[in-house]
């Protein structure tokens, strides 16, 4: 009688079908609304931000892999596409183009490259090029040019202040709140995008279906974009009820800034979060507490950066305290 010998062969056992590249590509037509979105407030200044962030993550990745790594190429993986949309995503249209370089460069060498490569990175790569750039060049990375319909020239377009840092500004020089409200646009034109901000922010409706396509897609699971909104509605709804004239309502909170972008596009990057459910929950809400705290107690308008970016430094210890219990695993007493 012949010996069958059971070989096992390296993890994963199971493939679902997706590869990198499907994955990529299917990030990239859920975030093109927004970019559409973008084209159309903020004209030519939004398709040069979006082309230079590409080219240059394409070019930093392909060079580093090529001269430095001396390894395999794979910049048509998708995933440097995806870093350098989500970082034209992350600034003003106005941003000059050397510092666009410079944010790719970050992104890509030192919070990609630097860790292996795709796969290995800890942080957000786009993340960490914007946080780079806002502590760098924080008056250019914080000068907001206003929406302007079919704006089909390069020109010095008006700038004005996000609604949140409008609001933080106001309640900090003592003005009502309500009076404040009345000063930026109302909840129909906010969930829209016709307000100032980050390129790929300002359109919760263009987001939402992005969002909705990787839903169906299963590229993305609900659990981190609905704990991390779910957790700034009720973070913020419970502060309202507090103090109504002190603090904004749940949905301002939800349609101003970068909460949106960050949900369901920065948070759910699957190789900087968590791989269980129960993990991406604590994930989220730990990023939507955040990044409240940050709003209305802390220093700048907006949060959503800082909380995806500490919450990434937990991910191991969120990973380590909810894995599963192996097959067959006996527990052990005392």
Not at 280 to 307: C, K, M
Request: glycine share 12%.
């Amino acid at each position: 009688m012949t010996n069958r010998l059971l070989t096992v062969s390296m993890s994963p056992h199971v493939h679902s079908g997706n590869s990198v590249n499907k994955i990529m590509y299917g990030v990239v037509i859920a975030m093109l609304p927004a970019l559409a979105v973008s084209l159309f407030y903020f004209g030519l200044g939004a398709l040069q931000m979006t082309l230079i962030a590409v080219a240059s993550c394409l070019l930093f990745e392909w060079l580093i892999q090529k001269y430095l790594l001396k390894g395999k190429t794979s910049i048509t993986d998708g995933s440097a596409l995806v870093t350098g949309i989500l970082l034209a995503f992350n600034v003003p249209s106005s941003l000059p183009w050397w510092m666009m370089v410079i944010g790719s460069l970050v992104a890509i060498g030192v919070a990609k490259m630097s860790f292996g490569g795709l796969g290995n990175n800890p942080f957000n790569p786009a993340l960490v090029g914007r946080v780079f750039l806002l502590i760098s060049f924080p008056v250019e990375m914080t000068s907001w040019p206003k929406p302007i319909i079919n704006n089909l020239v390069l020109v010095d377009a008006q700038t004005g202040a996000t609604p949140l840092a409008l609001i933080k500004e106001g309640l900090k020089n003592g003005e009502p709140l309500g009076d404040l409200m009345n000063k930026i646009p109302d909840i129909w034109h906010l969930f829209l995008g016709e307000m100032g901000g980050s390129l790929g922010e300002v359109s919760a409706l263009a987001l939402l279906i992005g969002g909705i396509y990787m839903l169906m897609k299963k590229i993305i699971t609900w659990h981190i974009p609905f704990s991390v909104l779910g957790s700034v509605a009720l973070f913020t709804g419970i502060l309202h009820i507090i103090e109504p004239n002190a603090y904004a309502d749940p949905g301002f909170h939800l349609l101003a800034g970068g909460i949106m972008l960050g949900a369901i596009f920065m948070a759910t990057d699957m190789v900087t979060s968590p791989m269980t459910p129960l993990g991406q929950i604590i994930f989220g809400t730990g990023i939507g507490v955040i990044t409240v705290l940050i709003r209305v107690f802390g220093a700048y308008p907006e949060g959503v950066s800082f909380a995806i970016l500490i919450m990434n430094a937990f991910v191991p210890l969120i990973d380590k305290a909810c894995k599963p219990k192996r097959f067959g695993e006996v527990k052990k007493n005392g």
